[in-house]
């Protein structure tokens, strides 16, 4: 592996061992997402292929229907940091959308505030 | 805005996410007043942060690097197909300023918990909240055995703005609770120059 990160993942490492095991020792993403990006498949998860582990199925599977990127990491007990990265092999492949959240400050008008605080009140 | 959204593929409409934080010292009561209000019991997420060692002898050439995982607790409230409500509950350790940056980014505001017993927990939250432009309320948990202060007290213990709202509310409860957080959002709007008229409250 003449391409591969220095040995720094020691005895000390703990349980970043995990992690980027799975992520092919990358720790930079593509993508900076936020935690409440939401995450949506496209399509059923595939079979395993080759370059996919079933973590990135798992992701596949949870989200067919719409996650935010800390509840994919809660679900499957990963950092937030490896699921980007696992997001980042999806998108590649066209497996998932990932849709940022919009800034608050260009929310429409004050729809967004009647409908947070009208639901609020009836919960 | 949206990534691997190919022109073929059917327009499913993503609902709108919302994130709004809750902070304030260690065991004041955050992850509490986030069950209170979810649909679901808080789930927990990580970032693992690398940390080049610092004040290490540099001439020694070797770095240490420490990791550290921070967990933070979220919960979710769902209202209808199109709009969620992520509460996150900040990391009680107010060293992981880069986890702070991360769930700031985006949020419409923020709780800041405080107890009276331990009001100075909470000057970190307030700090970080005012300079990063951050709109935020304080709510003051009744514990069981705390005096009770009055809240022009609190404000002034915490040399907040005139503007920020000041509320006491009990965190296990979900009406305490919600009424904090629809205190928030007309702080908000308040900010942005607006105030929505709740449909069952005239005028």
Redesign the interface.
């Known amino acids: 592996m003449p391409d591969a990160e220095p040995l720094w993942v020691d005895d000390d490492a703990g349980p970043l061992v995990r992690p980027y095991a799975m992520t092919g020792g990358r720790a930079r993403t593509r993508n900076g997402f936020n935690v409440i990006s939401l995450v949506l498949a496209t399509a059923p998860a595939p079979q395993l292929e080759v370059g996919l582990t079933p973590e990135h199925l798992h992701i596949v599977d949870l989200c067919q229907r719409p996650l935010a990127l800390a509840e994919v990491s809660a679900h499957l007990h990963l950092p937030l940091g490896t699921v980007r990265v696992l997001l980042d092999d999806l998108l590649a492949r066209g497996l998932v959308r990932v849709s940022e959240p919009r800034p608050p400050t260009l929310l429409p008008d004050n729809h967004v505030f009647e409908a947070l605080i009208n639901g609020l009140r009836k919960l | ?6 022109d073929d ?1 059917p327009t ?1 409409v ?6 709004i934080l809750v902070a304030g010292g260690f065991g004041v009561g955050k992850t509490t007043l986030v069950s209170a ?1 979810s649909e679901t019991q808080p ?6 942060l ?1 940390e080049t060692g610092v004040g290490v002898d540099d001439l020694s050439g070797v770095e240490e ?3 550290t ?1 921070v967990a ?1 607790d ?1 919960g ?2 769902s ?2 197909d199109d ?4 509460l ?1 509950g900040t990391p009680g350790q107010d060293r992981f300023w880069f986890v702070w940056d ?2 700031a ?5 923020a709780v800041v918990l405080a107890d009276t017993r331990r009001l100075a927990d909470s000057f970190p939250s307030i700090d970080y909240f005012e300079r990063h432009g951050v709109p935020f309320i304080v709510a003051v948990n009744c514990f069981e055995g705390a005096r009770r202060y009055d809240l022009p007290d609190v404000r002034l213990a915490l040399n907040l703005d005139p503007e920020v709202p000041v509320m006491l509310c009990d965190a296990r409860l ?1 009406e305490s609770s ?1 009424e904090v ?2 205190a928030l ?2 702080h ?2 308040r900010s ?1 120059g ?1 105030r ?1 008229e ?3 409250v005239p005028g």
């Open positions: 805005m949206d990534y691997g959204n190919s593929s499913v993503l609902p709108t996410a919302i994130k209000v789930l927990r997420t990580e970032e693992v690398t690097k420490s990791t995982t933070m979220f979710r409230i209202f209808g709009l969620v409500l992520y996150f991360e769930l980014l985006g949020a419409l505001g979900r919600k957080l629809i959002l007309n908000v709007l942005r607006s929505v709740a449909e069952s």
